[in-house]
Nanobody, 125 residues
Framework: QVELVESGGGLVQAGDSLRLSCAAS????????MGWFRQAPAKEREFVAA????????YYADSVKGRFTISRDNAKNTVYLQLNSLKPEDTALYSC??????????????????WGPGTQVTVSS
């Protein structure tokens, strides 16, 4: 059983940057595709980014492409999400998860499991 814990969120101003971390314990996630998702109040959880186990391939939602960067350090069993040029619409609870089902869509929430509790990102205008 893997446990994921996110950290690094906070209250920032528009244009600022944050670096989120997702630390895994219990079992290694080094052979798993990992994803970041976010959920704003009164909205459904949405895909943000994903990275394959080797880090060679990354995927991004159109809304964050060019501003966010996903990376991983398998030696540390940790996945990161660098958030640059933050906008008020990026305000949400950010969570990470491991992909265990491989449907045709990398962004399908049901393909992921072991969700962490999340870290809050709030961007003021």
């Amino acid at each position: 059983q893997v446990e994921l814990v996110e950290s690094g969120g906070g209250l920032v101003q528009a244009g600022d940057s944050l670096r989120l971390s997702c630390a895994a314990s219990g079992r290694t996630v080094s052979r798993k595709t990992m994803g970041w998702f976010r959920q704003a109040p009164a909205k459904e959880r949405e895909f943000v980014a994903a990275i394959t186990w080797s880090g060679s391939t990354t995927y991004y939602a159109d809304s964050v492409k060019g501003r966010f960067t996903i990376s991983r350090d398998n030696a540390k069993n940790t996945v990161y999400l660098q958030l640059n040029s933050l906008k008020p619409e990026d305000t949400a609870l950010y969570s990470c998860a491991q992909r265990v089902y491989y449907s045709s869509s990398i962004s399908r929430t049901d393909d992921y499991t072991s969700w962490g509790p999340g870290t809050q990102v709030t961007v003021s205008s």
